[in-house]
């Protein structure tokens, strides 16, 4: 029982460049969700789905975007890199309650 | 929308005292308050919750306790030890059908040995 992962762990990026963060959990979760984490700060929820084909937005979800297809999978796409989303973001997942958080992927955008 | 807001942003303890993080929260209706801790480089990790219908909450050398005509919620560590150096974070949750956090910004906690 792996809980969640992420892929990649560290990421570089140009500006302007795209990529998408990989996130899956073996944990059978209905609920996902995807935060950012700056330097010092706490966790801004992006987005979040309740299921496999819904997604919402949270507080931050400008410059991002996500799709459900499956229970298992979340991924979650930048397009257009920009400098301020360089950020440390963690993929969680919930059965009900408590929230599950993957290793994070740290992303700089230069 | 829901805010959290948390104090104090850093704390400094000896070892062998107590820690007290406090958070307040905009909307009555929240009710779920978990707390994660968040180690250096590492994710974050729930370390007790409570809800709504009860005002305190224990777990050995933590407990959490809720003041809802208040609004606001605490962390209590006491006899704190090296190991309890983190990041803590509160965060509050409506539990509605999207079952989402929002937290506060964070304490970091040092203990002196």
């Known amino acids: 029982n792996a809980g969640v992962t992420q892929t990649p762990k560290f990421r570089i990026l140009k500006i302007g460049q795209s990529m998408t963060l990989q996130c899956t959990q073996d944990m059978n979760h209905n609920y996902m969700y995807w935060y950012r984490q700056d330097p010092g700060m706490g966790l801004k929820l992006i987005y979040y789905?309740?299921?496999?084909?819904?997604?919402d937005k949270g507080e931050v979800p400008n410059g991002y975007n996500v799709s459900r297809s499956t229970t298992e999978d979340f991924p979650l796409r930048l397009e257009l890199a920009a400098p301020s989303q360089t950020s440390v973001y963690f993929c969680?997942?919930?059965?009900?309650?408590?929230?599950?958080f993957g290793p994070g992927t740290r992303l700089t955008v230069t | 929308g829901e805010n959290v807001e948390q104090h104090p942003s850093t704390l400094s303890v000896q070892e062998g005292d107590s820690a007290v993080i406090k958070c307040t929260y905009s909307?009555?209706?929240?009710?779920?308050f978990p707390w994660y801790k968040q180690e250096l480089g590492k994710r974050p990790q729930l370390i007790i919750d409570?809800?709504?219908?009860?005002g305190e909450k224990k777990d050995q050398r933590i407990a959490v306790t809720l003041n809802k005509t208040a609004k606001h919620f605490s962390l209590h560590i006491t006899e704190t030890q090296p190991e309890d150096s983190a990041v803590y974070f509160c965060?509050?949750?409506?539990?509605?059908?999207?079952?989402?956090?929002?937290f506060g910004s964070g304490t970091r906690l040092l203990v002196r040995p």
């Open positions: 969680a997942s919930a059965g009900v309650y408590e929230q599950y």
């Open positions: 965060a509050a949750s409506l539990m509605d059908s999207s079952y989402k956090l929002i």
């Open positions: 789905s309740v299921g496999a084909g819904i997604t």
């Open positions: 909307d009555s209706a929240s009710n779920y």
């Open positions: 409570i809800r709504s219908n009860v």
